[in-house]
């Protein structure tokens, strides 16, 4: 696997983006991220040692042959290595754009930290090159089981499920409540970390393959449960977690406050209508504008999706940018007392969007911070009130650290708790686990035949994650078909 000693004779260059000031003011709905020559990613996979234990396979959920298709990429031989890659995982584009890549924080190289082999590039430019050579094609089933099956959602996890199914030979429906296909990767994460195109020809070789999908259709609201039992054989929800924890504190009802999907699905709806094609059916036109141009904005939250907030805003003009995270500052190297090798390290990572508020000299972060108010004027929020937040739980504020932000508008980005449950889980009479995602251990739910995948079952997590949890959801509901007689 890889050059004898490439790790010893070659150096890791990682993924290359673009300027943070192009990306924001010149291009800002295109991708950010770069590729490399052939030559260079060669070489890049000729750093994989012939691990005895290749560490990355666990690393990674979906347990991706990494060490196998680094070679092969080492090798050139791009087309053998987009087999391996789709052995193990339907939707490597999506992996390759959005992944943290706990595989890197693995790799038996990252016991020297910052030296792992850049695998997630490979992986992209694997994906990337098959679509562009036209490898990617769709596999329909050879013989139709007759059996047939209800996906409850569209991201990732119902996607992978679906695909799963339909090539098991499954007759296939994915109902959406969304106008479109993706879930969060699409009415969450921006285009300029991902294009939806690139959603809508995997979503494509789906179609191909004989899924079929209909989309603006809220099952509990639209389609009954008990239809939707009557008419398939097994039912898969992948329904996401969806109920964002709020913000309980004095103001929090000021307009100018709002939960951070409400602007970034108008942000991406907005920059879906600029860039066309439009969507299956219509979207909603009946919500709220929420912009940040020409406003100071506070993002509450450190994570992803505030982090997506800040990239947004300012791409928008707004006139300052504020993230705020709860917990203290993460150290800056890896800690091996808390998170050794080959575990996630909890570290500091700068995120794009405060790169590039900063280089833009219209944002910042700051960490140890407790909102204990809003005030306004008018009914409209003006200012955020904060306060340092003692290090451990429940991070209540340190006395006489009081301070005050402007804020025009403010973003509750403090992520998602459980899946919505009322209406379509009720109604199926599905049970909760003690977190209160839908109880599924082996991934079938309380009720027979009612499947569950990705974050609705897991709680928030990650793409990698969700499609990992489509794939082992249909595994399950093929057991299923096999042990209940037609
Ligand atoms: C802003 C943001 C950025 C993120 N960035 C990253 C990232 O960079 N990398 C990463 O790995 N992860 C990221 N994540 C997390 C990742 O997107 C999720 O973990 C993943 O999308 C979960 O997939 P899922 O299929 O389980 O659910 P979702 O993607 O939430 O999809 C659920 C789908 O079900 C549909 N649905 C729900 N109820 C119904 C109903 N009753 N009828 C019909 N349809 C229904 C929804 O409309 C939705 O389309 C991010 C999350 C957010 C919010």
Known sequence: MGQLGGFLKIERHGIPYKDPIERVELEPFKEFLQTRPDEELAAQGARCMECGVPFCHSGCPLGNLIPDFNDLVYHQDWQAAIVRLHATNNFPEFTGRLCPAPCEAACVLEIREGESVTIKQIELSIIDRAWQEGWVRPEPPQVESGRSVAVVGSGPAGLA???????????????????????????????????????????????????????????????????????????????????????????????????????????????????????????????????????????VGGGDTGADCVGNAIREGALGVTQLELLPEPPEHRPDESTPWPLWPQKFRLSYSIEEAREIGRGEQDFSVVTTHFSGIDGKVTTQHISEAQSEPPFAPLPGSERELQADLVLLATGFIYPETEGLVAELGCELDDRGNIAAPTYQSSQAGVFVAGDARRGQSLIVWAITEGRRCARMVEKYFAEVPV
């Open 161 to 299: 499920a679906a695909q799963q199914l339909r090539r098991a030979g499954h007759s296939v429906v994915v109902f959406e409540r969304d106008e479109a296909p993706g879930g969060l990767i699409r009415f969450g994460v921006p285009d300029f970390k991902i294009e939806k195109h690139v959603i809508d020809r995997r979503v494509q070789q789906l179609i191909d393959e004989g899924v079929e999908l209909r989309y603006g259709i809220d099952v509990g609201v639209d389609i009954s449960a008990e239809q939707l039992k009557d008419d398939f054989d097994a039912v898969v929800l992948a329904i996401g977690s969806r109920v964002p924890r709020d913000l309980d504190v004095p103001g929090r009802q000021l307009d100018g406050v709002h939960f951070a999907m409400e602007y970034l699905y108008g942000r991406n709806r907005w920059v879906a209508e600029q860039l066309g094609p439009q969507p299956p059916v219509a979207a909603p036109t009946d919500l709220p504008t929420i912009t940040a141009e020409g406003k100071h904005v506070v993002v």
